[in-house]
């Protein structure tokens, strides 16, 4: 391996760092704050999204030119997650609706395909705000936030599967835009409470 690259500074590697767990033991004692967690590692450009995955602890480095390294504040990777929850939220919004005109039109192979992209976007969503919430400490009552957002969205995705089982594309398509698209923007209150939580303004 030629170089390592530390938040875009290079740093000399010694002889005894043969893996990417020796160097990523190292990186964690000698050079992270206590505050500071690492975000992304990549070898020879290519993401390792998994880094703490044994398969990759076990990579040896010599046939590496390049370990780049990016580490962060707590405080300012939650600050970064938030602005780009904001933004999935807004997609998920805009998937609603554009899901719900395939139905209308009758598109059923890409509504349904859709469909399936967006629920799985909300679970994603969900699980991301949980685990925001165990990162915010002194933030009361988050999860139930979550959790009243998710009880009526339950119901209306019952109502929406009953639709879809009698083909009434018309009613499935109303219920996702005026129902689901809309309780999507109840999860707006969250992130305005780990907003406030971590100084980030409310827009």
């Keep these: 391996m030629s170089r390592l690259v530390f938040n875009e500074t290079s740093l ?15 990186l964690e ?32 480095l010599s046939p590496i030119e390049e370990v780049r390294v990016r580490a962060m504040a707590r405080d300012e ?8 929850a904001e933004a999935y939220l807004r997609n998920l919004e805009a998937a609603a609706v554009n899901v719900a005109e395939m139905f209308r039109r009758q ?13 799985s976007g909300i679970k994603l969503y969900v699980a991301l705000l949980r685990g925001m919430d165990l990162s915010v400490s002194g933030l009361a009552g988050t999860c139930e936030s979550i959790d009243k957002v998710l009880d009526p969205m ?24 005026y129902e689901l698209a809309t ?19 409310v827009r």
């Excluded at 598109?107 to 629920?119: M, R």
């Design 12 to 26: 000399p590697l010694g002889p005894a760092l043969r893996t990417w767990q020796d160097l990523l033991s190292h």
């Design 29 to 60: 004692s000698q050079s992270l704050s206590r505050d500071e967690v690492i975000t992304s590692v990549q070898f020879d450009g290519d993401d390792i999204s998994n880094f703490r995955d044994e398969e990759a602890l076990t990579t040896d």
């Design 77 to 84: 990777l939650m600050r970064e997650t938030i602005v780009e």
């Design 107 to 119: 598109q059923l192979n890409q509504a349904n395909s859709g469909l399936q992209e967006l629920l």
């Design 154 to 177: 339950a119901a209306t995705l019952q109502e929406q599967i009953n639709a879809q089982g009698r083909q009434d594309w018309m009613l499935v398509a109303d219920i996702l835009e």
């Design 183 to 201: 309780q999507l923007t109840a999860f707006e209150e969250v992130l305005n409470g780990f907003k406030a939580a971590k100084g980030v303004a």
